[in-house]
């Protein structure tokens, strides 16, 4: 089956616009991540997804930062007023739970390259 | 706070030969899953390998292993028989039992050399 996907896969932006990142899960996974990865780290928790709801959202940076997922599939990162500093890959991830045993291991997406000019 | 330490920024290796990646990490929990995840220049996070720490006997995967030392809070990859496809950035990460976001090293850059 498909695996994740995200859209756009590059996005160039100007300083203070607004951005919507998009992310597929794979189908019948029930959790969802996001992670920001800037140049030369490691990924960067953002916020995990359990069904519709953000069951933890404690590494968003500031109140710029929002994501949804209102069906409990697809979701959306939204970046307002977007700064420099914002510019990274912003990758997604989904595990079929968010239990143990393995059903928890998470796929990852091939992230979006954001640019803030 | 959980952090995650590669101290190889770089490595390199032969085709054919073995390399070991070294990973440690900073946590009180008893409890925690590591993960080694490899990442091409297409950017997308594959796993390699997984270990549940309860678990003293040590993850394989064919020619990925792991030397996990609890007690050390170590965890290093050996990747056996090296093939040209192996050469990408290695992510270690951790993740405690009951939470669910995951912290990540800043990475090693394996290259093959043929």
């Not at chain 1, 616009?17 to 992670?35: F, M, N, Q």
């Not at chain 2, 996070?45 to 792991?66: D, P, W």
């Not at chain 2, 050996?78 to 951790?94: E, H, N, P, R, T």
Request: hydrophobic share 30%.
């Amino acid at each position: 089956g498909a695996g994740v996907s995200q859209t756009p896969s590059n996005k160039v932006t100007e300083k203070g616009k607004y951005v919507e990142l998009r992310c597929d899960p794979i189908s019948g996974h029930t959790a969802l991540y996001w992670y920001r990865q800037s140049l030369g780290q490691g990924p960067e928790f953002l916020i995990y997804f359990q069904g519709t709801g953000a069951a933890d959202d404690s590494g968003l940076p500031n109140d710029r930062f929002f994501a949804v997922r209102p069906e409990g599939s697809v979701s959306t990162l939204k970046i307002q007023r977007t700064e420099r500093g914002d510019s990274a890959v912003y990758l997604c991830a989904s595990s079929l739970t968010s239990a143990g045993g393995g059903s928890d291991t998470q796929y990852f997406g091939p992230g979006t390259r954001l640019t803030v000019l | 706070a959980q952090t995650v330490t590669q101290s190889q920024p770089e490595m390199s290796v032969q085709e054919a030969e073995t390399v070991t990646l070294s990973c440690t990490y900073d946590t009180s929990e008893s409890d925690y899953y590591l993960f080694w995840y490899k990442q091409p220049p297409s950017r997308q996070m594959i796993l390699v390998i997984r270990q549940e720490a309860y678990k003293q006997q040590n993850a394989t995967e064919n020619r990925f292993s792991v030397n996990f030392q609890k007690a050390a809070k170590s965890f290093s990859l050996k990747i056996s028989d090296s093939q040209l496809g192996d050469a990408a950035m290695y992510f270690c990460a951790y993740r405690k039992y009951n939470n669910n976001d995951m912290r990540f090293g800043a990475g090693t850059r394996l290259t093959v050399k043929p």
